[in-house]
Structures are given as C-alpha cells and as structure tokens.
C-alpha cells in the first residue's frame, strides 16, 4: 500500500502537471502557446494522463477517485497486485490522488510564475487550475459531469478485458475524445482530484491578482464524476465479463 500511495501521488502529480501547463500555455499571456485553441488543451490533457498512468503503474494507475470507486461498483477484488478493495485502501488512494494533484498544481504556478505575475482576469488564472462552466446552471453542468465520467470509467473498465489493449495509449486519446466531444459545457473535469486539489493549490498561492477560486462551483466537479463512476462500475459488473 505505501508503495500504491506513492505511486498514485507521482502519477496524478504528472498529470495535473502537464494539464495545468498546457492550459496555462493556451489562455496565460505573453506565452508562446497562447491562443493555441480548444484542441490543443484537449490534447495535452490526453498525453498528461499517459504520462501519469505510465508512472504510475505500481499502483494499477487510477489518478482518479471517479475510477477508484468505478472499480469499487465494478465488484473487483483488488485495485492491484496485492492491494484488496477496502474503504481504507480506497481512502489512500484518494488522499494520494488529491496530495498529487495539488503539488503538480503548485508545479505548474511555478513554471508560469512570471505568466501569473502579468495582467491578466481573475478567472482566467483561475481556468488553469480548475474547471469552470461555460454557462453556469447547476444541475445541467452536474449532468454533463456525469456523463463524461461515466464515459471515461465504463470504457476503462472496457479496456481492461480488451485483448488488443494498448496500455496507457488508448486512454490518452479516450480523454481527447472526451474533451473534444463532450468537454464544452463544463471543461470536463472528470476527475474529483484533478479539480479539486488545484483549486484549493489556487486558493493557497501568492498569485498576483487571482481573484475568487469558484468554491461555488466546486461540488459540480467532484460529485458529478463520482456518480458517474459508480454508474460505469455497476454497469461493468454486469457488461465485462
């Protein structure tokens, strides 16, 4: 379990990381990525999950509480080699997860502190660090959370019994394609710890006019994905097999 610990807190460091870094690259200014577009977030997001769950394989590579309790509602024994499917074990993994998430966060502030320190919205600095509506309604942004979880852990669930599996590779472009399908509406968090950690990492740094960190919001993206990934995991346990 240390082990797992430390390796879901590398992973999902990574990946926040280089997710945080391409959306700073994209929307900060005076970068040389800026107005680089909606796909080119969308794909960095994508090769920021690849690196991570290829660092992160002594833990089964979650990085994402909405997988762990997928794996959970799935009816499977262990999250990896070794490690059984408890309420305390899923704990770890969650605290690594949002321990990860927060230092890639802090990571990424440092590697565009001169790009924080220009004139820029609050709320656009905020962007890189957390996920936001494109039109704020609740309930709707909440569904469409679920939604794109439940795409997410359901066809992760799909590729674990895929014998033409490719590794880390094929979640990298499922993430893309999540992000360029059903992204719009919300900017996908998907991922309670990827939202979370860098918003309260936001909440805690010295950022140069960084304004208000949207707790308002901040439910959507971590109740939204982990209903939908119990919803995917119910739906494995009875569709994988």
């Given at each position: 379990?240390?082990?797992?610990?430390?390796?879901?807190?590398?992973?999902?460091?990574?990946?926040?990381?280089?997710?945080?870094?391409?959306?700073?690259?994209?929307?900060?200014?005076?970068?040389?990525?800026?107005?680089?577009?909606?796909?080119?977030?969308?794909?960095?997001?994508?090769?920021?999950?690849?690196?991570?769950?290829?660092?992160?394989?002594?833990?089964?590579?979650?990085?994402?509480?909405?997988?762990?309790?997928?794996?959970?509602?799935?009816?499977?024994?262990?999250?990896?080699?070794?490690?059984?499917?408890?309420?305390?074990?899923?704990?770890?993994?969650?605290?690594?997860?949002?321990?990860?998430?927060?230092?890639?966060?802090?990571?990424?502030?440092?590697?565009?502190?001169?790009?924080?320190?220009?004139?820029?919205?609050?709320?656009?600095?905020?962007?890189?660090?957390?996920?936001?509506?494109?039109?704020?309604?609740?309930?709707?942004?909440?569904?469409?959370?679920?939604?794109?979880?439940?795409?997410?852990?359901?066809?992760?669930?799909?590729f674990g019994k895929n014998p033409a599996s490719l590794g880390p590779i094929p979640v990298a472009f499922l993430v893309i394609g999540i992000g360029a399908s059903l992204g719009g509406p919300t900017g996908?968090?998907?991922?309670?710890?990827?939202?979370?950690?860098?918003?309260?990492?936001?909440?805690?740094?010295?950022?140069?006019?960084?304004?208000?960190?949207?707790?308002?919001?901040?439910?959507?993206?971590?109740?939204?994905?982990?209903?939908?990934?119990?919803?995917?995991?119910?739906?494995?346990?009875?569709?994988?097999?």
């Amino acid at each position: 379990m240390t082990d797992a610990f430390w390796s879901e807190v590398i992973g999902t460091g990574l990946l926040v990381l280089l997710g945080t870094g391409v959306v700073a690259n994209v929307i900060l200014p005076k970068n040389k990525g800026f107005d680089g577009g909606w796909l080119l977030i969308n794909v960095g997001w994508g090769f920021a999950v690849m690196a991570g769950v290829y660092a992160s394989y002594k833990s089964g590579a979650y990085l994402n509480p909405a997988v762990v309790i997928g794996q959970w509602a799935s009816g499977a024994d262990e999250f990896t080699k070794g490690v059984p499917i408890t309420a305390a074990n899923g704990f770890y993994y969650v605290v690594a997860e949002m321990l990860g998430a927060a230092i890639g966060a802090g990571l990424c502030y440092l590697a565009y502190k001169r790009h924080f320190d220009e004139e820029a919205p609050g709320a656009t600095k905020l962007a890189v660090f957390s996920t936001g509506p494109a039109i704020r309604s609740y309930g709707w942004n909440f569904i469409t959370e679920v939604i794109g979880t439940f795409v997410l852990v359901f066809v992760i669930q799909c590729f674990g019994k895929n014998p033409a599996s490719l590794g880390p590779i094929p979640v990298a472009f499922l993430v893309i394609g999540i992000g360029a399908s059903l992204g719009g509406p919300t900017g996908y968090a998907i991922n309670p710890a990827r939202d979370l950690g860098p918003r309260i990492a936001h909440a805690l740094l010295p950022i140069r006019g960084k304004g208000s960190s949207d707790w308002s919001y901040s439910w959507v993206p971590v109740f939204g994905p982990l209903v939908g990934g119990v919803l995917a995991g119910l739906l494995a346990s009875a569709y994988v097999v």
